[in-house]
């Protein structure tokens, strides 16, 4: 077993105050990080923070690939990465519903998002962005890597243009501040991937096309409302958001996954992880 230096945690992610606007499951994933890299540090020999700070480096982050039995980017229904068995799943109704895939399946991403699209409203978003609010990181429960494409993609059959668009674009502007927004870059992104980290070439792609597109507003929108949707016992349900969905969400009167669409495939894995193949 790995010791944890109290202090030392909640002073990495920036200090009490800090943390007490996480979730408890950005906390849980925050505490998963800090465990790795004291992992390779002990492994390696190291301080796991090369260049005397906090962070990890790219080429730090890249060696604890081979520390663990699953690969970060995998969908949290898919492989529980805090260790354990993973949890027997509840049935899907027939014809599924996006409620009842909130209800049933987006357990880990479902608080989040409600709280991001919350804060969209707050700040006066229109209801296709706080839609895409709604909808930005569900689909990380079935995959994590590239998971604004993913859920663009997912969801583009079901949404307005503009929801879809704003769900694909807001990963890109992550990595990229924009004070005026509001959007700063987060300490967090600097520990998950790594304090030398430069964005691919298409993500540095994606952002200047973002930049020159008329709903630019929408996706950084999706940032802003993103970072700061981590409040501590704040737990909200789909009910304030059920009219916007009636609204705006074309729901497919088979259900979801059952409607030969060209990403039914997308929403059926969701629906039953368990399938061998």
């Not at 390696?44 to 890249?62: K, W």
């Not at 399946?105 to 409600?114: D, G, I, L, P």
């Not at 409203?121 to 429960?141: I, M, P």
């Not at 298409?202 to 409302?225: G, P, Q």
Request: charged share 25%; proline share 6%.
């Amino acid at each position: 077993m790995i010791n944890i230096d109290r202090r030392e945690f909640i002073a990495s992610l920036g200090g009490a105050a800090a943390v007490s606007l996480l979730s408890h499951e950005t906390r849980a994933d925050a505490l998963e990080h800090y465990l790795e890299e004291k992992l390779y540090a002990s492994a390696e020999g190291n301080s796991g923070g090369g260049s005397g700070n906090d962070f990890p480096t790219v080429a730090e982050l890249d060696a604890q690939i081979i520390t663990r039995p699953f690969r970060r980017g995998v969908g949290t229904l898919l492989v529980n990465t805090r260790g354990g068995n993973v949890d027997l799943l509840t049935r899907m109704p027939a014809a599924p519903t996006l409620a009842d895939f909130y209800e049933h399946r987006f357990q880990r991403t479902r608080n989040h998002c409600f709280q991001s699209a919350n804060k969209a409203r707050e700040r006066g978003a229109q209801e296709e962005v706080v839609l895409a609010c709604l909808l930005h990181d569900v689909v990380q429960e079935l995959i994590r890597s590239d998971h604004g494409w993913w859920g663009a993609q997912m969801f583009q059959p079901y949404v307005p243009e503009m929801t879809s668009w704003a769900i694909r674009y807001h990963q890109a502007l992550r990595f990229y501040p924009d004070a005026e927004a509001g959007y700063y870059y987060p300490d967090l992104y600097h520990r998950v991937f790594g304090e030398d980290y430069v964005p691919p070439p298409h993500i540095v792609a994606a952002r200047d096309e973002a930049l020159k597109h008329e709903w630019y507003f929408a996706a950084r929108e999706v940032t802003v409302s993103d970072l700061y949707a981590f409040e501590e016992g704040v737990e909200m349900t789909i009910d304030p958001f059920l009219e916007l969905i009636d609204k705006h969400f074309k729901q497919p009167k088979e259900g979801l996954g059952n409607d030969n669409s060209p990403v039914a495939h997308m929403w059926r894995s969701i629906i039953n992880p368990d399938a061998p193949l």
